[in-house]
């Protein structure tokens, strides 16, 4: 190979190295947000895959050109045309629609891995409740349709959901996560199923238990209901009978 080949060889590895850095240019913005920490990183290959992104086309308006601001592929002289107003509901639009490309994302085998990996540095936080020994949370939604509810975090270990301590994590929409990701989660990596707590705090007052004091009331209570409907059923007046009423 001459001089001028290998200049021109350099030239386009320069040139690739360039555009790969710049494609993933607002994607970095975006993940670096305080308060983004829960999102993963999406492949621009994934993005800009139109398989990957059947039935979001109605979710944003100039659907195509948000798909290129997210990959930095839009040209910078429409940009500059753009009045102010414009452009901030181009940012909102890419930021709604990463979100959404991302509740896919994450359930495909390199977003599981790339989650697997948020959550083994606990990224998404620990488990408050004290049995849970500091499980490592998942995030989910309640819906998969965005404006409806915010993200929650899901406990693996005592199996219930939390909000998140930060108002800028609570912030987030669930939507972003799908219902779906936690069981696809532990589905794929079956060794992260923690073992379920079989403590649990009774509350006492001078060391007795006053919850078994609770539930055998409510139970007397319930045999003295089952008994005086079975006692009215066969036509007895029980209204001389004062052990019956209250």
Known sequence: MGD??????????????????????????????????YF????TDYITDRFNLINLQKTVNKFTQVIQYIV????????EQMSSARLEQLEND???????????YIITVKGLQKMLQKYRDADFGRCP????NFQPLLPVGLHDI??????KLYCPCCEDLYIPKSSRH???????????????????????????????YVPKIFGFELHKQAQLARWQELQRQNLEEKLVGRGI??????????
């Open 4 to 37: 001028v080949e290998m200049a021109e060889a350099h030239e386009e590895v320069v040139d690739t190295t360039d555009s790969s850095e710049y494609v993933e240019f607002w994607i970095d913005l975006f993940l670096g947000r305080k308060g983004h920490e």
């Open 40 to 43: 993963c990183d999406v492949d």
């Open 72 to 79: 930095d592929e839009l040209d910078d002289t429409i940009l």
């Open 94 to 104: 890419a930021r709604k629609l990463y979100g959404l490309i991302h509740a896919r």
């Open 129 to 132: 409740r004290v049995y849970c």
């Open 146 to 151: 965005p404006g409806i509810d915010c993200v």
């Open 170 to 200: 609570n912030s987030i929409d669930g939507a972003y996560f799908g219902t779906s990701f936690p069981g696809m989660f532990l589905q794929a990596f079956p060794e992260m199923v923690p073992k379920h707590p079989v403590k649990r």
């Open 237 to 246: 007046d029980l209204s001389g009978y004062g052990g019956f009423k209250k």
